[in-house]
Nanobody, 123 residues
């Protein structure tokens, strides 16, 4: 089992910056990668960014945030960060951390989600 705890949400001004953190605990050795998703009111949850757990630390960002959001990790602390710059009101959403891992029963894929953290960007 993997537990994820997000932090760093809150209120920000348009054009400002905010950094989210997601700390993983438990069977972190089963994690293949971690990422961020967000869900705005009345909309479906959407992908934001992802980073792999291997030494290459490959990152992927959604087109809507590329150049503004940066995902990074601290492998020692099993923590993933999402640095968000040039915030826009449309970035207002609940941000969720996700870990894609393998289960210890048949080594099949399994996803873990954090509880989400609210981010509100005012204009």
């Amino acid at each position: 089992q993997v537990q994820l705890v997000e932090s760093g949400g809150g209120l920000a001004q348009a054009g400002g910056s905010l950094r989210l953190s997601c700390a993983a605990s438990g069977s972190t050795f089963t994690i293949n990668g971690m990422g961020w998703y967000r869900q705005a009111p009345g909309k479906q949850r959407e992908f934001v960014a992802h980073i792999t757990s291997d030494s290459g630390a490959m990152t992927t960002e959604a087109a809507s945030v590329k150049g503004r959001f940066t995902i990074s990790r601290d492998s020692v602390k099993n923590t993933v960060f999402l640095q968000r710059n040039s915030l826009k009101p449309e970035d207002t959403a609940v941000y969720y951390c996700k870990a894609n891992a393998y289960n210890m029963v048949d080594y099949g894929p399994i996803d873990y989600w954090g509880q989400g953290t609210q981010v509100t960007v005012s204009s």
